[in-house]
């Protein structure tokens, strides 16, 4: 494939991105809001479920409110096959998803010694983003080298 198909390619999928954040917000922060919301690449803004900020901060504990980022990104990883995603962002927040897809052997003690897996299947991204609309966000990536920092 030539350099100019590749790049173009590149640019679609970028701009098929928009709706990624600019900049992810803590929960601690989201808690605080009457009106959550975060800035899109696109230069939009995108509104948080409140229903959605307060079951995060029941599940979560405190003391991680301000390590738990918002959006949590899933990332459709076309180099890794068919229905293949990956999690971008920290062990907290692969922990979560892991534990919200029903790992109930799994206690945020544990979070330290866990060996995070942050490959996901499409049904496993389908559940998350049913029970999660507002505060997960699909983007899509050839390969995690060719991405220039959504957030």
Same mark, same amino acid.
């Given at each position: 494939?030539?350099?100019?198909?590749?790049?173009?390619?590149?640019?679609?999928?970028?701009?098929?991105?928009?709706?990624?954040?600019?900049?992810?917000?803590?929960?601690?922060? #989201?808690? $605080?809001? &009457?009106?959550?919301?975060? !800035?899109?690449?696109?230069?939009?803004?995108?509104?948080? *479920?409140?229903?959605?900020?307060?079951?995060?901060?029941?599940?979560?504990?405190?003391?991680?409110?301000?390590?738990?980022?918002?959006?949590?990104?899933?990332?459709?990883?076309?180099?890794?096959?068919?229905?293949?995603?990956?999690?971008?962002?920290?062990?907290?927040?692969?922990?979560?998803?892991?534990?919200? #897809?029903? $790992?109930? &052997?799994?206690?945020?003690? !544990?979070?330290?010694?866990?060996?995070?897996?942050?490959? *996901?299947?499409?049904?496993?991204?389908?559940?998350?983003?049913?029970?999660?609309?507002?505060?997960?966000?699909?983007?899509?990536?050839?390969?995690?080298?060719?991405?220039?920092?959504?957030?």
């Amino acid at each position: 494939m030539s350099r100019f198909i590749e790049r173009m390619i590149e640019n679609e999928i970028d701009a098929s991105n928009d709706h990624l954040p600019a900049k992810k917000v803590p929960l601690s922060q #989201l808690i $605080q809001s &009457s009106s959550p919301s975060f !800035d899109t690449r696109g230069g939009e803004t995108s509104l948080f *479920l409140k229903h959605e900020i307060e079951l995060l901060a029941e599940e979560i504990p405190t003391k991680h409110h301000d390590e738990f980022i918002l959006p949590i990104v899933i990332l459709r990883r076309m180099d890794l096959g068919t229905g293949i995603f990956t999690v971008a962002g920290s062990k907290i927040e692969l922990f979560f998803i892991h534990k919200t #897809l029903g $790992q109930d &052997s799994l206690h945020w003690d !544990d979070l330290v010694s866990w060996r995070s897996i942050d490959r *996901l299947a499409r049904p496993q991204v389908q559940l998350i983003r049913r029970k999660l609309p507002s505060t997960t966000s699909l983007g899509f990536t050839t390969s995690i080298e060719h991405m220039d920092e959504p957030f």
